[in-house]
T-cell receptor, first 112, second 115 residues
Framework: GQQLNQSPQSMFIQEGEDVSMNCTSS?????WLWYKQDPGEGPVLLIA?????ELTSNGRLTAQFGITRKDSFLNISASIPSDVGIYFCAGELKNSGYALNFGKGTSLLVTP | KAGVTQTPRYLIKTRGQQVTLSCSPI?????VSWYQQTPGQGLQFLFE???????NKGNFPGRFSGRQFSNSRSEMNVSTLELGDSALYLC??????????????FGPGTRLTVT
């Protein structure tokens, strides 16, 4: 599959801080999805994006579908301890059906 | 609405054996996708089934196979297990049809350890 470059690899922040992470690729994607995975569990869908330039929020989470269709961003505002986990971006290439390409993940640690 | 369920949750097998993992999708979802998650390679797409037909396949050897039943439940099989097959196997379900989006919902996974 196509490589998605997700950064940063890890973040260690204090409660209340805002967080930003992103995914980039050399390929054009039709869909961007953001997931959060807790230890021992499957990824949980946070936000789905379908249009270039689209900005979508889910509570304290906001994600954007890049204008070039080759990138996406996820922001978390006012982080809390339960935000701890690994965040993954996933993209669906045009005509690839339901095969998602995943980034390597951003590990987020939040200290009280 | 019940989520995606996977059985078993944990499995220990010996090299050379074969294993079958099971996945029940969210009610109403007809597409089931399988992914392998390892620390080194991350999440990698194995295959996707819709209405009992494999629609898409990732870059894995033929030892990895799957099937889907008429009730949309799916199984994946790995034959002649190798140490490198140790991983978390995740199944995800979706509507799988145009107009319903590409959102996939994951189960908790099956942790396979090959010794």
């Amino acid at each position: 599959g196509q490589q998605l470059n997700q950064s940063p690899q890890s973040m260690f922040i204090q409660e209340g801080e805002d967080v930003s992470m992103n995914c980039t690729s050399s390929s054009i994607f039709n869909t961007w999805l953001w997931y959060k995975q807790d230890p021992g569990e499957g990824p949980v869908l946070l936000i789905a994006l379908y249009k270039a330039g689209e900005l979508t929020s889910n509570g304290r989470l906001t994600a954007q579908f890049g204008i070039t269709r080759k990138d996406s961003f996820l922001n978390i505002s006012a982080s809390i301890p339960s935000d701890v986990g690994i965040y993954f971006c996933a993209g669906e290439l045009k005509n690839s059906g339901y095969a998602l390409n995943f980034g390597k993940g951003t590990s987020l640690l939040v200290t009280p | 609405k019940a989520g995606v369920t996977q059985t078993p949750r944990y499995l220990i097998k010996t090299r050379g054996q074969q294993v079958t993992l099971s996945c029940s999708p969210i009610s109403g979802h007809r597409s089931v996708s399988w992914y392998q998650q390892t620390p080194g390679q991350g999440l990698q797409f194995l295959f996707e089934y819709f209405s009992e037909t494999q629609r898409n396949k990732g870059n894995f050897p033929g030892r990895f196979s799957g099937r889907q039943f008429s009730n949309s439940r799916s199984e994946m099989n790995v034959s002649t297990l190798e140490l490198g097959d140790s991983a978390l196997y995740l199944c995800a379900s979706s509507f799988g049809q145009p107009g319903y989006g590409y959102e996939q919902y994951f189960g908790p996974g099956t942790r396979l350890t090959v010794t």
